[in-house]
């Protein structure tokens, strides 16, 4: 069975950040996901990564995931559904034991001395009414993915964020029309509040929710909860993200009661051995760089764990 220093599960900006530095401190590294690159690929245009101006999402995790590579990290690319810890005795703890874990895919396991959670998150429904009916007929979550689609057509943005406002702004490169239909007010960074402002193609419906997406075999329109009927042909959804934390569930790493991993600022769990970082944990502000910034903390502790500790890892 293949054993790793610094098992990380995920490969989005958290995940290859903290891979780059745990090789290059000479922790035998891999990173495993279901979807290499992760949320950052989904957006057309990041401006706040520290060092480059401009770069679209897909480009940005390319270079961490390349960047990472080139030191050796290995990628595999599965779906992780289980971790188990060793069981260790009241005097292997005291002598300064440490468990390691078991974690196993659908076809493999592997056996880690550290681990790093950077899952980040999925998509939040709306859970409205024709929405799982109509979801790729017209529902998207994912405006890079599918926003092509839908030129000269009209479209709607679900959503109060910045995400919801990048959304709205890549669709007018394709559509006619983008209404933005916001619970309360469109709130994103003040420089994609201009450029929604100075964008004809934009109307925003503020202190709006969306009662039901109807159509038949494809987005007709959408009812508003006021009775306003408006005619739709594709509804982008960009309301948050819930956190992938289930992984975690059977070690007793805690959670906090929106389901993100409670992490301090060595970026360790509760779980000695077990970290994380990025869109799962419990931080305010969820950014490509902050996840970044977790993952790379995280892999600086995990070392001086591993110097500190003999880890007995599960048989
Ligand atoms: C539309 C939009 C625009 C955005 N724009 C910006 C921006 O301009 N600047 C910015 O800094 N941030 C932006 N963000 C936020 C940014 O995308 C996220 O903060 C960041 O990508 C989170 O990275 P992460 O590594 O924590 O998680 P993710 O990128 O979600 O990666 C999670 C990884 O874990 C894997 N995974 C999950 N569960 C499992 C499992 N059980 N087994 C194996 N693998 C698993 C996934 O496949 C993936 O590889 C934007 C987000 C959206 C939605």
Redo the contacts with the bound molecule.
């Keep these: 069975m293949e054993q790793f220093d610094f098992l990380i ?8 950040s903290g891979a780059m530095y745990a090789s290059r401190l000479n922790m035998k590294t891999v990173m ?12 057309h ?5 520290p060092g480059i101006k401009a770069i679209s ?1 897909p480009d940005l ?1 390319m270079s961490l995931l390349d960047h990472a590579k080139s030191f050796g990290v290995e990628l595999k690319n ?4 289980q971790i188990d810890t060793a069981t260790l005795t009241a005097e292997e703890l005291e002598a300064g034991k440490r468990p390691g874990f078991l974690v196993h ?1 659908a076809s493999n396991k592997y056996l880690a001395k550290t681990i790093l959670i ?4 999925m998509h939040r429904k709306i859970g409205c009414k024709g929405e799982k009916e109509l979801e790729n007929k017209g529902v998207s979550y ?3 993915c599918d926003g092509a689609f839908f030129r000269n057509k009209t479209v709607c943005v679900v959503g109060s964020g ?2 919801a406002a ?2 709205a702004l890549l669709l007018t490169q394709f559509a006619d029309k983008v209404y933005v239909v916001s619970r309360t007010t469109l709130h994103p960074e003040p420089v994609n509040l201009q450029r929604v402002k100075d964008n004809p193609k934009i109307e925003c419906l503020d202190k709006a929710e969306i009662a039901e997406i109807s159509g038949t075999n494809k987005v007709e329109k959408i009812i508003l909860k006021d009775g306003r009927e408006i005619p739709m042909d594709g509804v982008f959804v ?1 309301i948050g ?1 819930i956190p ?1 934390s289930d ?1 975690v569930g059977n070690l007793g790493v805690k959670l906090n009661d929106r389901k993100e991993i409670e992490i301090n600022r060595k970026s360790e769990t509760n779980v000695a051995g077990i970290y994380a ?4 944990c419990n931080t305010e502000f ?7 910034a977790e ?1 790379v903390t995280s892999s600086f502790w995990a070392y001086e764990y591993l110097n500190a500790h003999e880890i007995v890892l599960p048989t």
């Design positions: 599960i995920g490969a989005g900006c958290a995940g290859a495993i996901a279901e979807m290499p690159g992760g949320l950052i690929t989904t957006t245009l990041v401006e706040n990564w999402g995790a599965e779906k992780i559904l895919s950077a899952t980040g998150t994912c405006a890079l910045d995400s990048k959304e960009a993200h992938l992984i970082a990025g869109d799962v969820k950014q490509a760089i902050t996840g970044a993952a």
